[in-house]
């Protein structure tokens, strides 16, 4: 008999380190394989971010911290908030964690009972439905097709709304679509929200500095102020500052909520690493330069895939409005033979042909629950990404 617990029997691991690994298997064999599996911004994290905390050990910073976070990184995280998002938290509103998905994964642990439900509009970061499944809930999915730039409408909320509704899911910008919402698509959830009193929101706005042609980023919390007590505003350093190795996720929202998620914190991992804290507060106080570099080159990268993706027939992207995805269709593939005479029947089978002909990973959209896409992570450098690019218009050319 397994001793496994029955919880990891519904629980897939992750599609993306799925595909990351098959791309080290190849690798491994002395196959060129060019990774686009996994999301990293491929740049180093800032110097002053680093320096900050070989400052901090050395000043002794090495010990336990108190389990929502320094005062130091929750009061740095209100003034972020405070200055790019118009949101009024004080540091006693906000709690850290080893990244974003901690924050997650604590705030459902915190509120779920079982068979209570979360509205996950797909395509969805891949998380976001196991981790339900792991505590116990039910992930309701809502597929929100292209023809609506991938965003939830109201009408496709209010249908999916039951009593057991316990959360709703956002993402702006989206994984995997680059998909963002505009103040009004914010305000006509909100709308919709206002008339369930039940239902609490998780906004994850982690990719919240990635976004392109000029647009302005706006937080849930800033359309919706109405919805303030049920509302938890989920972002981090991981993505914005390179830093994903750091961990360091952060959110603010209701007291109650918070105190059940320190707690849960304080009885696991006890705090989030006391140097890495330090870390964040130099990121978030210190100079914002990177942020657009970073920003700059994402959208560069974004133009060179659009252009690249655009010249192989068979495959279709529109401009991602942010975030370091290309979510692209392969509609016009399904059906279509490889060269060994095997009919592509999926997208899964599009993202194993295009890495075993075209030696290139993605991951396929059906790990984000809408297909027929995979997605490529354009978090690469301009040449291997132009490379990739070129792969991908080989291998799909020798299709029959
Ligand atoms: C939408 C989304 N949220 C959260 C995360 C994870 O953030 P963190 O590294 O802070 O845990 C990711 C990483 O891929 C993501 O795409």
Redesign the pocket.
């Known amino acids: 008999m397994s001793y496994i617990s029955s919880r990891l029997s519904v629980v897939k691991p992750s599609a993306?380190m799925v595909a990351s690994q098959a791309a080290r298997a190849l690798r491994a064999k002395g196959i060129d394989v060019i990774d686009l599996g996994l999301?990293?911004p491929d740049f180093p994290t800032p110097p002053h971010i680093i320096e900050a905390a070989f400052a901090a050990a050395r000043a002794g910073e090495t010990l336990y911290t108190a389990a929502a976070g320094t005062l130091a990184v929750r009061e740095a995280v209100a003034a972020k908030f405070r200055r790019e998002n118009g949101l009024d938290y004080s540091a006693d509103d906000i709690v850290v964690a080893?990244?974003?998905?901690?924050?997650?994964f604590n705030a459902l642990m915190a509120t779920l009972e079982p068979g209570d439900e979360v509205i996950v509009p797909a395509p969805y970061?891949v998380?976001y439905p196991e981790m339900v499944k792991l505590l116990g809930g039910s992930p309701v999915v809502v597929e929100c097709p292209e023809a609506d730039g991938f965003r939830l409408t109201a009408e496709r909320l209010e249908a999916a709304i039951t009593p057991r509704t316990k959360w709703l899911f956002l993402?702006t910008p989206?994984?995997p679509s680059g998909a963002t919402y505009a103040e009004e698509a914010l305000k006509a959830l909100g709308a919709v929200l206002a008339r369930h009193p039940q239902v609490l929101v998780l906004s994850?706005e982690?990719?919240e500095h990635i976004i392109f042609d000029g647009r302005t980023f706006v937080s849930f919390g800033q359309a919706c102020p109405g919805l303030r007590e049920r509302s938890l505003i989920?972002n981090?350093?991981?993505?914005s500052y390179a830093m994903?190795g750091w961990?360091?996720?952060y959110a603010a929202g209701p007291a109650p909520l918070l105190k059940a998620m320190s707690t849960i914190q304080s009885q696991s991992v006890t705090s989030v690493c006391s140097i890495a804290q330090a870390a964040t507060v130099a990121a978030l106080n210190g100079p914002q330069d990177g942020v657009a570099r970073f920003r700059d080159a994402f959208e560069r990268r974004r133009n060179l895939v659009v252009d690249g993706i655009a010249g192989i027939d068979g495959l279709t992207l529109a401009a991602p409005e942010g975030?370091f995805y290309a979510y692209i269709g392969c509609a016009g593939l399904i059906g279509r033979r490889t060269p060994d005479g095997t009919a592509l029947e999926d997208d899964a089978a599009v993202s194993n042909y295009l890495l075993h002909r075209g030696r290139v990973s993605s991951v396929p959209g059906v790990a984000y629950g809408l297909s027929p896409y995979f997605r490529i992570s354009t978090a690469t450098a301009d040449d291997i990404l132009t490379e990739a690019v070129a792969r991908i218009g080989s291998a799909v050319e020798e299709l029959e």
């Open positions: 993306s999301g990293e080893n990244g974003a998905k901690q924050i997650i970061f998380s993402n989206g994984n994850d982690i990719y989920v981090g350093v991981a993505k994903t961990r360091v996720g975030a």
